[in-house]
């Protein structure tokens, strides 16, 4: 995502970009990646047990054209969900700037989500990390509580390093306190 499509306002800086963490690409390709095998695995299986069979039911080899068909789709089809997660992961950011704080949900192709707020706005941040393996890696949810009259709540999921993410935002949102008064 580049910044020029964010239009930034005058004199407002970047302070922070963040991508999702890792972990959750990580989960979704080795998912994917069973998904592509499993069809695999099960012609190898039903080859194995027909050659230990004294006694075929079929001959199995008569649909290796019609195997290697489905198998050929099934690939196309995972291929196709693999470039949606990596392009999925890499369009959903969270931004920090002097001013706002803006986060960018992809949630297809052609289908986004972009929600921000103004640190002048900001009432309350909360960081939430469950789990042996957030803790251990250190993700979590950044959640932001606004005096905004439409939505109050302002929630980014499976951050990296939230607390390091809510101390930016805090320390930007006091900055622009301090210059106010």
């Known amino acids: 995502m580049s910044l020029e499509t964010l239009k930034l306002e005058a004199n407002e800086v970047v302070l922070k970009i963040v991508h999702r963490h890792w972990l959750t690409l ?8 069973v998904f592509a095998v499993v069809p695999l695995l099960a012609w190898i299986i039903i080859i194995v047990a027909q050659s230990l069979s004294p006694k075929p039911l079929f001959n199995i080899y008569l649909y290796t054209n019609h195997f290697a068909f489905f ?3 099934w690939l ?9 997660a990596l392009t ?7 931004v ?6 803006i986060s960018i949900d992809q949630q297809g192709f052609f289908r986004r989500h972009i929600g921000s707020f103004r640190l002048d706005k900001l009432q309350d941040m909360n960081v939430e990390v469950n789990g042996l393996i957030a803790t251990l890696l250190d993700y979590g949810t950044v959640e932001a509580e606004t005096a905004s009259s439409s939505s109050g709540e302002f929630r980014s999921y499976n951050l990296p390093k939230p607390r390091e993410l809510k101390d930016i935002i805090l320390t930007a949102a006091n900055q622009l306190d301090d210059k106010r008064a």
Do not use: E, K, W
């Open 26 to 33: 990580f989960t979704r390709l080795f998912g994917l990646g």
């Open 71 to 73: 198998y050929s789709t």
């Open 88 to 94: 999925n992961h890499y369009l959903d950011v969270f």
């Open 76 to 84: 196309l089809y995972t291929t196709m969900a693999i470039a949606f």
């Open 96 to 101: 920090v700037t002097n001013r706002r704080v």
